[in-house]
């Protein structure tokens, strides 16, 4: 029964199989996904090529940025290679990486998010001891552990899913692989699977969750004190960026992963995962490129120095 039932590949189903409305859809989904690309990648060569910015608020939003291309370039180049296959497969094996991926790059991402809340909350409460509790020892272990706990939490759940079976059909209804499309395929009991990835999930994100609101608290009450108003406004303004990406973040996230899987309702799931997988990553390189007047400084003199050549 085993020989006659295994699965090799699953068929992705993506968006629709119009062949008109899947050229339009490759069309525009390549044009996000190039500016996703240029737009981070212009983030951390300036961050790099600026000394200025050689500080751990930017250090951390490189790291972000590069987090943000690994992120999208995981699903969405092999949804655009879907659009113009006519049969769009994907073996079992690269379906589970692409699983691990997506899980270690969002809890990473989750976890980078309330370390750089943490960053603000230093420099905004503690100006004197800054250097000295954000020093670049002490970022490389922040950076190091968020990206270790989504490595270990990816692996845990990776491992997990391969000891599924799977013997009904082989089609997902969606552009991508992700842990609830596949239970819903398994012959066997996806009870432990679907444990782990909420009672761990809810525990990172949760907690990273509550470093950055808690960050927040201490930084408004810090700044309300600050009795002049250009002050209050320097100092609110270094944050709106990072505020403005955390709610897209878990608006997206927690709606996506936390919510009870549904048999009913595939169809309706893709347009979370479209807008978690492939605008937010653009989103954030926008966001800091137009609010962050550092960031657009640097990149302006990058591309001064690029063209006066």
Do not use: W
């Amino acid at each position: 029964m085993d020989n006659q039932t295994h699965i090799t590949e699953f068929i992705l189903l993506g968006f629709s199989s119009d062949p008109k409305l899947r050229i339009l859809l490759f069309a525009i989904f390549l044009l996000i996904y190039l500016i996703t690309l240029f737009g981070n990648l212009a983030i951390i060569l300036a961050i790099r090529m600026d000394a200025n910015l050689h500080t751990p608020m930017y250090v951390f939003l490189s790291h972000l940025a590069s987090l943000d291309i690994a992120f999208s370039s995981v699903t969405v180049p092999k949804m655009l290679e879907d659009f113009l296959s006519a049969r769009k497969a994907i073996t079992v094996d690269c379906c589970f990486t692409q699983v691990f991926f997506v899980m270690a790059l969002s809890v990473g991402e989750g976890l980078l998010l309330s370390v750089m809340a943490y960053d603000r909350y230093t420099a905004i409460c503690h100006p004197l001891h800054y250097n000295v509790m954000m020093s670049k020892r002490v970022c490389s272990q922040l950076v190091c552990s968020a990206l270790l706990t989504g490595f270990l939490y990816a692996l845990l759940n990776t491992l997990l899913l391969t000891t599924l079976h799977f013997c009904r059909a082989n089609v997902i209804h969606h552009f991508s692989c992700e842990a609830p499309q596949l239970f819903k395929l398994s012959c066997s009991s996806t009870f432990a699977n679907q444990m782990v990835i909420f009672t761990l999930g809810s525990f990172l994100g949760m907690g990273a969750l509550f470093i950055t609101l808690a960050s927040y608290i201490h930084i408004i009450s810090a700044v309300l004190r600050i009795r002049s108003i250009e002050g209050k406004r320097k100092a609110f303004s270094t944050c709106t960026s990072h505020v403005t990406v955390v709610v897209l973040y878990y608006g997206t996230i927690f709606f996506r992963y936390l919510k009870p899987t549904s048999k009913n309702s595939q169809d309706q799931e893709m347009a979370p995962s479209v807008i978690y997988f492939i605008v937010i990553p653009m989103l954030n390189a926008i966001i800091y490129s137009l609010r962050n007047q550092e960031v657009k400084r640097a990149l302006h003199n990058m591309l001064c120095r690029k063209f006066n050549k």
